[in-house]
Nanobody
């Protein structure tokens, strides 16, 4: 069974940076579109960024210019570089296949203090 394991979260001050990683236990990345999602306390999980197998990216407006999604198909890993973090970015971050998600991983907590 394929598993997704997110890591790299932590506590940072506003304006700080983190690099999140998502490792898949099986070869699920290619050719799937992969996405990073987040869920803040009391809110629904939301999609924040996607990346195609060819590297085409898309972002929600609230993270454009600050978060960058990338992937390494050979390593079965998706990354999310998060810069200029804001308190409203505080959430548990998950990765998954876009549109046809697999079982969700445990996520990685990102906490941004003001």
């Amino acid at each position: 069974q394929v598993q997704l394991v997110e890591s790299g979260g932590g506590l940072v001050q506003a304006g700080g940076s983190l690099r999140l990683s998502c490792a898949a236990s099986g070869r699920i990345l290619s050719p799937n579109v992969m996405g990073w999602y987040r869920q803040a306390p009391g809110k629904q999980r939301e999609l924040v960024a996607t990346i195609t197998s060819g590297g085409v990216t898309n972002y929600v407006d609230s993270v454009k210019g600050r978060l960058t999604i990338s992937r390494d198909n050979a390593k079965n890993t998706v990354y999310l570089q998060a810069n200029s973090l804001k308190p409203e970015d505080t959430a548990v971050y998950y990765c998954n296949v876009f549109l046809t998600p697999l079982n969700w991983g445990q996520g990685t907590q990102v906490t941004v203090s003001s």
